[in-house]
Structure formats: structure tokens, C-alpha cells
């Protein structure tokens, strides 16, 4: 099989997983009738209309010539992903300063220009700008360190 | 190669850093078999804030503060009905600087009405005191042809499934208690949900539902104003703010009352120096003028009284609601 | 309407004194720093900064009250152009426009002209507050669930225009959005749906996580993508040549100013989602009424104009069944609602007749907000856009950390920031298969209030599907519904050849 646009096609292609998830789904919930409708009622109409419209920008991405799908840039989805994940475990866990300083340098590295020293700066400003503002200022209930 | 190295040298210098910001906190660590309180305390609400249960809670915290000499930090865990914040602080170390608003959401109504809810509002928790109580009002759009509770009744049985009422939610208080007086008087009146309290009020008001047992605040400006018909209240005992309606046990319903409470709740296992202490603050705060007029302002009143007396009324009202609940049939999941 | 002169006379009595003036200031400063905090909307800033004004005396903490809420509402919209961070559901719609412009370095004359098409807004929306407010609110209670849904269903059609690729792709987006707006509890059988279980979602995705996500996160990747050149200098395209609107911007921008004012006046009423709804309806207003349609998405002044007019009309007139009714219309007038009872104003009918001096007192103090917005941001422009010229490699891990610490805040809750990664990756994936989330994000909002008024008909109306055809207000926004659609599938066939060959250029 050609693929003649690979962003239609494969656009299409994830609103008809989503489409399908959807129905999967919502099979769990009882559907009612028009009249009195379930929790299911609408989810499963949406699902079956959004898979439909996958199947049709997915065959227009056969049919019609277009662009390619350009390359993902992996390693930022990586560290800044990793960053975000280790952020949400550990400024309950750890505290504030280390889930602050340990984003920081996790999102720099995913810059293509890693100056360190520049990072350990940037690192002790934000920790200290952010905790005046948010701690001082908003007064919002961060425990700094693991011991609160 | 290089750029990995440059990353641990600078995860280091964090780490440093971190490492040398800590004798400063560290000394009130060791400082804690010394007096309560020994650092801010943090004070859970299970609802995002903007709520009543959080202006509340707010206006306690600040006074508790003052009273205590440590700050009193209002934690805004909403989510789940409340059983998100609940249960944080259900798992929260029992040492007095975790507390919870819990209210009769949170410890009666939601381990009630959900399939599966994480913590015990009674084996879980010292309950400490009430501060305060929202009663609930039975009002009408005024085109309906009803002046008082009797009428009202006769006027529902004469046309079954055809009258309507909203509630702020499913499962919500404003359910459960028109379900019960639905029950009572033999009355079948469909429910429609909306969202909130606010929602429900607007529904009443431009007639889009016949009636509405509302929570206080959200309805009383109404009808004073006279734009909804207030019929009955569902506490034991009139309302000071309308005491021209009777309650619902007075109509012919004895027994009924309905009305939401919000109180103050440490995790299982927190000294009893600590809850004592809390008690004496809370109590004095809650009965104190200045804080009652806050609270009327609010549409609701002080109302104190002591752990047994808490953990009683848990037991009653778990008792009481679950009923209704099973005989609605409302399983939250 | 003859007593509105000795009324608004009264109400600036109580209002202006120095000491008045300077509460106005710092709510203004402080809402305005605290609301280009990303993650940290109005909702939330006011919660934070209420009991700051509890120890005032009313008409000054009314004032700084008013000050914060459009503090904060400007905040959300200076994120929004510079960063592509909306702070709210209805600065979704000025990221479109107004971040393209700052890309082109005209980042100055997008903040200038959303302070100006707010200030001229919040004028029109106090005078009709002042001139007609109980009539306006008698009109927003005739809305039941089938007029909700009804204007819903017409709110999410046009919607649609706010997509500059392909049309199809876009009512995809829409779908995917009323989907994503489902996860939650239900409203109606309180059956959690599309939670896997987790107890963190049973409230349905938060707002911010989703707009930080599709906007913020996502923008920072493709921007790390393309390398060297972007990574380490900075945003811009270009250089800033003007730091003000020019004569020119002004000339364009004052038709999209009235319509969005109209627009905002008109939605900002109705109890519900008004902003949101009239930030984009002005935006395919002035999409539809463009000589050139096709300038919009690239950086067109009047997508910025319009939009933040229309939202700042909506943000002043939501006061109406708020003040006039005590009906909160969103959760951050249900928090202004609980601040005026603090102060010992009961919002209702009687509030007028009762308490004139403080009810006239916050309508000037609504003003004289919204005019101190104005000449305290204007100056601020230029410190603002300098932002703009901070290296990449330093900007975008200052912008991660203000992120996870706003979306932290709001539940503080750890599922929060891990759905953050999830819709950063999905707005990555979007703009790879040139999918816009603009549409996306507001069925998103929209979705659940029309599947919750569309139940909710039908179950007081016992099943008959008739009602949205027999209630008069309900059928004609039908009928204008149909209208858009005919409108924008008839040159969207014509233009289909076109549109396949703009598409490798397509933003």
C-alpha cells in the first residue's frame, strides 16, 4: 500500500484508535435508550462518528499527495517527560527544593547547549525566586524537604 | 559522553545546594517534643477552594492561627466528592499538624453512597468538634400552586411523575433529602440533577423545576426577596433567619432532619494533649461572636459539641442516609 | 434609567479616595503578576489572595477584589501571547493569533491592543451592568437545559473556523475534545467514565492540565526539535520593531474591539461558559468578516482584538446574575459571590434597593479596575516583551518549572503533572500531523455542559426530543446552527483543490 500523505494518514489512523477506545470503553456503561439516555449513550456516539471521520482523513491520506511525517526529537520528549514524572513523585515525597532543582537541569539537558554552570545558576535563581513567590507569597503548602 | 557527565556534575551541584539550605530547617525538627505546635500546620480541605466548606475552613484557620502561634495552612485537595482529600489526610502522620474540614459529605454521605472509598469516617479518624451547621430549605417556583408542605404533598400525589426537583448533584445532600421526604409522604417526584448548588438554584428560580430542598446560603436571598416560595426547613428546630417556616418534622413528617455539618477531624492515633488542645481553641473559636457572624453571613451557624458526641453522630447519620441511599438506589462508582 | 447618573455619581462617591485608589493598585499589580503565573488562573488567584482583603473595609477590599479578578484575567492573556500559555479556557482563542504575533516580534502591539480591547469592553460592560442589569438577568433565567444545549451545539460548530488547515481534521479535533470532556464523573448517574480506575480523575481532566499540556509542553518540544538556532538565541523570528500599536493596528483593531464588546456583552450574561464561548465566537466572527481570511493563524492583529474584547465583556457582564440574582455563573464568580457576603453584601434582588452606596460602589470600583489595568500594563509592555529576548536554553526550563509548580497548585495532586506529560506528547503529535488543538480544547469545555443539558432535557421533558424545536430561544440558535453550517461546508467544498495545495506551507 502507498502512502501518498503521511499526516492525514496517520492522523487518521489515531482518531480511529481513539474512536475504538472509546466504544471499547464505553461497552462498561449502560447505554439507555434515545429518550433516557445511559452514561453510555453519548460516549459510544461520539466514538463510532470520531472513528468514522478517522477512516476518511485516513483515505484521503492514501489519495491525496502530502507532506512527510518529520522526525520526533525523542530525547527532549525523554528528559522533559522524565523532569515533569520525577517533579510529580518527589515534591511530595522529597520536597519542594530537590523536585524544583532536579527539572531544572533535566529540562536544560534536553537543550541542545548544556552550559553547566549556567544551569547551577539558573537552578539556585528559580529555586529561590519560585519559593519566595510561591511559598512566601501564595503561601502555597509545599513541604521543602522530605521531613515538611 | 560529555553532556551526561555535565548533567550528574550538575544533578550534584543541585543536590549540594539542597544539602546546604538544610541546617536551617533542621533545627525544628529536633524541636518536636517541645509544645504544640512546632511548625505550620496544615489543615486539609477536601473541596477546591471558593466553596463554602473552604470559606469556612479559611476563616477558622486564620483565627486558629492566632490562637496557636503557628500558621494555619488551608490545603485545597478537592476531587471525588471530597474522598480525595479525606483520605489524604486519613494517611497524614497523626502529630497534630495534619487536620481535615470534614463534613457530612465526607464522613457520612460519600463512605454511604461510593462503591469503594478508601478510608473509615469513623476508625480512621479523632474526630475533635463542629464548628458549624447548614441547614437545608424546602422552596417552590412560585407558580406552583402550594403554600405550605401539606398542600404541596397533596398537589404531588395528585399528579405522580410529573413534578420535578433539582439537586446539586447526584448523590448529593440536596438529593438525599428530598428523597427522604419523597419517601415519607409517599411522593413521586423526579429527580434532575445539576451541578452544584448554584446551578439547582437557577433551575428553581426560572421554573425549569417545580422544587428544590437547597442549602441555605444558595437559597435564602430568594426567598426573602420573595422570587422562591420557602415551604419548610429540614433542621429539628425553625431557622432564626425565617422563622415564619416551619420545619418538616412540625408539618407531619417527626423525625425529619436534614441538615449538613462541618467539623474538624485529626488522623487516628494524634496525642490526646494535642485533640484536647484543639478542642478548647476550636470550641472557644466556633461559639465566639465575631466568628458567628462571619458564619451567619455564610448561611450558616456555630454548633460545637465534643468527640463522643461526634462519633455518635456519625454512626446515626451513617445509618440514617445509607438507608436512603440503598432504597434510591445511587451507587457512586 | 434617569437615576443611572446620580447612581454611578454615588458609587464613584464611595469609591474614589486615595486610600481607595491605592487598594485598586496593588490588587491590580498583584493580580497581574500573579495571573502570568501559567497554571495559576483567576479561580485560583483569588482563592489565594481573599483573606489578604478580609481585614479591609468593604468598598476597599471590593475594589482590590476587582482589581485581582482583572489582574489576573490580563495576566492569563499576556502568557498566552507571549509564551502560547493560556491562562484560561478563554485565552485558547488569543494564543492563536497573538503568540504568532510575537513570534514576528510584534508582541508589543498584541499587548497593547488586548489591554485597550479590554478597557473599552470593561467600559461597555459596566455602563450595561449599571443600565440594564435586572432585565439582562431575568433574560439569562428563560435558559433551560434545552437552550444550553442548543447554544452549546452552536458554540461547537463555529468553532470549527478556528482551525486553518484542513476542516475535517478539525471537527475530528472537536470529537476527540467533547471525549476527553467526558472523563469524569456524570452528572446525571454519577457512574465515573474513561477514569482506568484512577481516583484523581473522577472530577474529569482539570483545564490547566490540558491547556498546559496541548499549548505549553507541547510548543516547547517543537520548539527544542529544530536545534541549534532556536535552542540557544531566542524565540523571534524577527526583530521588534514597535513596541506600540501603530496608527494602522489601531485602524484595524477597532471593528473587531465593538463586535467582540457586542459579542462578550450578549454570552457574558448567561450562567455558564460565556467568556470561553464569546472569545471564539468573536474570533470566527472576525474570521468570516475578514477581506482576507487567510491572514488569520499567522499573526493577525484583529484575532487578538476581537476575541480579547469579547472575553473581557463576557468576564464583567458574568457580575450580572451573579450581583443581580446571586446566581454564580463560574466557579471564580461563586468565589467574588462569597467575597461580597464576607464583606456583609448578600448578592440577590434586594441588593440594590438595600445597600446602594456598596452596590454602586463596586460598579465604579469594576471601572476604575479595569482602567488602572490599563495604565499599569501599558508601561509594563516593554519589560514584558524584553522577556522575549532572554536566550531559549534559559527560557524554556524557567517556563517547565513555572508549570509544574501551576498545575501542581491546583489539586496538588502527582496525577496532575503526569497527565501534563500525556497532553504535552499529544500536542507534540498533534503539530506533527498538523492537527490544531484550539478546537480540541474548547469541546473540551464545552462538551460536558452539552452532554449534561442535552440528558437533562430530555429527562424533564420525559424523552420527547421536540422540546429543542418548540421553546423559541432553543430553535433559533437550531436554525443559526444550520445557517453556519451551510456557510462553512459551501466554501469548503469549492475551496477543497486550494486547500490540498496550501497545505505543505500551512502553519
Excluded at chain 2, 525538627?29 to 517541645?34: D, H
Excluded at chain 3, 488569543?94 to 508582541?107: E, S, V
Aim: glycine fraction near 12%.
Amino acid at each position: 500500500m502507498n502512502i501518498k500523505g503521511q499526516e492525514d494518514f496517520w492522523a487518521g489512523v489515531m482518531f480511529i484508535g481513539f474512536g475504538a477506545l472509546a466504544i471499547y470503553l464505553s461497552l462498561d456503561y449502560p447505554f439507555g435508550t434515545g429518550a433516557r439516555m445511559g452514561p453510555g449513550y453519548f460516549p459510544t456516539w461520539l466514538g463510532i462518528i470520531m472513528a468514522l471521520l478517522g477512516v476518511a482523513i485516513m483515505i484521503s491520506g492514501l489519495r491525496v499527495e502530502g507532506p512527510k511525517v518529520q522526525k520526533f526529537a525523542f530525547k527532549a520528549m525523554l528528559l522533559l517527560g522524565a523532569g515533569f514524572i520525577f517533579f510529580g513523585w518527589a515534591i511530595d515525597h522529597v520536597g519542594f527544593v530537590i523536585a524544583t532543582a532536579t527539572l531544572v537541569v533535566l529540562a536544560a539537558a534536553a537543550g541542545r547547549d548544556f552550559r553547566y554552570k549556567e544551569v547551577i545558576i539558573m537552578a539556585i535563581v528559580l529555586l529561590i525566586g519560585t519559593w519566595a513567590l510561591f511559598i512566601k507569597g501564595l503561601e502555597l503548602p509545599f513541604p521543602l524537604f522530605w521531613w515538611r | 559522553m560529555m553532556m551526561q557527565n555535565k548533567v550528574a556534575v550538575a544533578v550534584m551541584g543541585a543536590l549540594l545546594l539542597a544539602a546546604g539550605l538544610m541546617p536551617a530547617s533542621a533545627g525544628a525538627q529536633t524541636a518536636a517534643n517541645q509544645t504544640y505546635p512546632t511548625k505550620p500546620i496544615r489543615l486539609i480541605v477536601a473541596f477546591p477552594p471558593g466553596g463554602s466548606t473552604d470559606i469556612i475552613a479559611r476563616l477558622v484557620a486564620q483565627k486558629l492561627g492566632e490562637k496557636l502561634g503557628q500558621q494555619v495552612i488551608v490545603d485545597n485537595r478537592g476531587g471525588a466528592g471530597g474522598t480525595l482529600g479525606t483520605e489524604i489526610a486519613a494517611k497524614a502522620a497523626p502529630d497534630g499538624h495534619t487536620l481535615t474540614m470534614g463534613t457530612t459529605s465526607t464522613h457520612v454521605i460519600a463512605p454511604a453512597a461510593y462503591a469503594k472509598v478508601n478510608y473509615d469516617p469513623v476508625k480512621d479518624f479523632e474526630p475533635i468538634t463542629l464548628v458549624a451547621s447548614t441547614p437545608y430549605l424546602l422552596v417552590l417556583h412560585p407558580g406552583v400552586k402550594a403554600n405550605n408542605l401539606k398542600e404541596f404533598v397533596a398537589l404531588a400525589k395528585s399528579q405522580p411523575g410529573k413534578l420535578n426537583y433539582a439537586s446539586a448533584g447526584t448523590g448529593s445532600t440536596t438529593q438525599l433529602a428530598m428523597e427522604m421526604l419523597n419517601r415519607a409522604a409517599g411522593m413521586d417526584i423526579v429527580h434532575i440533577p445539576y451541578n452544584g448548588n448554584g446551578p439547582a438554584g437557577a433551575a428553581a428560580l426560572g421554573g425549569q423545576v417545580q422544587a428544590l430542598f437547597g442549602s441555605m446560603p444558595a437559597v435564602l436571598p430568594h426567598a426573602q426577596a420573595g422570587r422562591l416560595r420557602a415551604i419548610a426547613v429540614g433542621t429539628s428546630k425553625r431557622s432564626p433567619a425565617m422563622p415564619n417556616v416551619p420545619t418538616v418534622a412540625e408539618s407531619g413528617y417527626p423525625g425529619f432532619e436534614v441538615s449538613l455539618w462541618l467539623g474538624f477531624f485529626a488522623p487516628k492515633g494524634t496525642p490526646k494533649p494535642v485533640l484536647t488542645r484543639l478542642q478548647t481553641e476550636l470550641t472557644a473559636i466556633a461559639n465566639s461572636p465575631d466568628m458567628g457572624a462571619q458564619f451567619e453571613k455564610n448561611g450558616a451557624s456555630s454548633l460545637t459539641n465534643t468527640p463522643a458526641q461526634m462519633t455518635a453522630l456519625m454512626k446515626t447519620e451513617l445509618d440514617k442516609y445509607g438507608k436512603v441511599i440503598k432504597a434510591a438506589g445511587i451507587v457512586l462508582k | 434609567m434617569e437615576e443611572l447618573l446620580p447612581n454611578l455619581a454615588l458609587g464613584f462617591q464611595t469609591a474614589v479616595s486615595l486610600q481607595n485608589l491605592m487598594y485598586c493598585f496593588i490588587g491590580v499589580f498583584v493580580g497581574t503578576l500573579v495571573g502570568v503565573l501559567p497554571g495559576i488562573g483567576p479561580l485560583a488567584a483569588i482563592a489565594m489572595l481573599l483573606p489578604a482583603t478580609f481585614n479591609l473595609p468593604p468598598v476597599g477590599a471590593l475594589i482590590m477584589l476587582a482589581g485581582i479578578y482583572y489582574g489576573t484575567q490580563y495576566g492569563g492573556s499576556t502568557t498566552a501571547i507571549l509564551v502560547n500559555l493560556p491562562g484560561e479556557s478563554a485565552s485558547v482563542v488569543t494564543c492563536i493569533d497573538g503568540f504568532q504575533m510575537a513570534k514576528n516580534g510584534r508582541a508589543g502591539p498584541a499587548l497593547a491592543i488586548a489591554a485597550i480591547g479590554s478597557f473599552f469592553a470593561g467600559t461597555v460592560g459596566t455602563i450595561l451592568i449599571a443600565l440594564a442589569g435586572p432585565p439582562l438577568a431575568e433574560m439569562a433565567l428563560k435558559f433551560g437545559a434545552p437552550e444550553y444545549f442548543s447554544l452549546m451545539t452552536m458554540g461547537l460548530i463555529a468553532s470549527a473556523v478556528l482551525a486553518s488547515g484542513s476542516m475535517m481534521k478539525a471537527i475530528a479535533m472537536i470529537f476527540l475534545g467533547l471525549l476527553f470532556g467526558i472523563v469524569g464523573t456524570d452528572v446525571n448517574s454519577g457512574m465515573s467514565r474513561f477514569t482506568f480506575g484512577m481516583s484523581g480523575l473522577a472530577d474529569g481532566l482539570s483545564f490547566v492540565v490540558v491547556a498546559m499540556g496541548l499549548f505549553g509542553f507541547g510548543e516547547i518540544l517543537q520548539n527544542l526539535e529544530k536545534g541549534q538556532e532556536v535552542s540557544s538565541r531566542d524565540l523571534l523570528k524577527t526583530k521588534i520593531d514597535h513596541l506600540y500599536p501603530t496608527w494602522n493596528d489601531l485602524k484595524l483593531s477597532a471593528g473587531p474591539i465593538m463586535r467582540g464588546t457586542a459579542i462578550g456583552a450578549f454570552f457574558g450574561t448567561l450562567p455558564g461558559a460565556g467568556p470561553t464561548i464569546s472569545a471564539f465566537s468573536a474570533y470566527a466572527m472576525e474570521k468570516k468578516v475578514a477581506k482576507d481570511p487567510s491572514i488569520f493563524g499567522k499573526g493577525a492583529i484583529q484575532g487578538v482584538a476581537g476575541p480579547e474584547s469579547a472575553n473581557n465583556a463576557a468576564a464583567q457582564c458574568a457580575f450580572i446574575p451573579t450581583l443581580t440574582l446571586g446566581i454564580p455563573g463560574s466557579g471564580t464568580m461563586a468565589l467574588m459571590l462569597g467575597a461580597l457576603t464576607i464583606q456583609g453584601i448578600a448578592p440577590g434582588p434586594q441588593v440594590m434597593t438595600q445597600r446602594p452606596e456598596l452596590f454602586w460602589g463596586l460598579i465604579a470600583s469594576m471601572w476604575i479596575g479595569n482602567a488602572m489595568l490599563v495604565i499599569l500594563n501599558l508601561p509594563l509592555i516593554g519589560l514584558w516583551v524584553k522577556l522575549l529576548t532572554v536566550p531559549y536554553r534559559i527560557l524554556f526550563p524557567s517556563i517547565m518549572v513555572f508549570m509544574a509548580i501551576g498545575v501542581y497548585s491546583v489539586n496538588n495532586l502527582d496525577l496532575d503533572i503526569y497527565m501534563t506529560v500525556f497532553f504535552g506528547f499529544m500536542g507534540y503529535i498533534f503539530a506533527k500531523l498538523k492537527c490544531e488543538p484550539a478546537p480540541l480544547i474548547l469541546a473540551f469545555v464545552l462538551g460536558p455542559l452539552m452532554e449534561e443539558n442535552l440528558r437533562r432535557a430530555l429527562l424533564i421533558s420525559r424523552g420527547d426530543p421536540t422540546v429543542f424545536f418548540t421553546r423559541p430561544i432553543s430553535a433559533v440558535f437550531l436554525g443559526l446552527t444550520i445557517l453556519l453550517l451551510v456557510v462553512m461546508i459551501l466554501p469548503a467544498i469549492r475551496k477543497k483543490r486550494e486547500v490540498v495545495y496550501q497545505e505543505p506551507d500551512a502553519v
